[in-house]
């Protein structure tokens, strides 16, 4: 009998690196959302995407990379919504940059609570 492969993978992965952070995190995008002032910060799609929040700054740098498009599900772009593989985050150090610009991005909005 083969082991099962880890369907958590990505979703471990960012729980060991942010704990510091004390996101708030909740089920939501075939995955989970990591809220930060009960705004979106970051997120998992279906257990090996990433879902990214970044300021328009950041637009331009963010898809250029590898691995990283704009954020649709729905046929209609999320402005400032990013979807990355793991063609983007191969190292922890590739991840933690982009979970640092979620939550950089969702601390700068205006605090809706913890949701």
Avoid: C
């Amino acid at each position: 009998m083969s082991a099962q492969p880890d369907n958590n993978q990505l979703e471990n992965r960012i729980d060991s690196l942010v704990p510091k952070w004390q996101p708030v995190k909740k089920r939501m995008f075939s995955g989970f959302g990591y809220m930060v002032n009960g705004n979106l910060a970051f997120g998992t799609h279906k257990q090996d995407q990433l879902i990214i929040r970044a300021g328009e700054d950041r637009a331009e740098e963010f898809l250029k990379r590898p691995g990283i498009r704009i954020f649709d599900m729905t046929g209609r772009p999320m402005k400032n919504w990013f979807m990355a593989t793991e063609e983007a985050f191969k190292t922890d150090e590739e991840l933690l940059d982009l979970l640092q610009t979620g939550y950089d991005f969702a601390r700068s909005l205006p605090s809706k609570g913890q949701a």
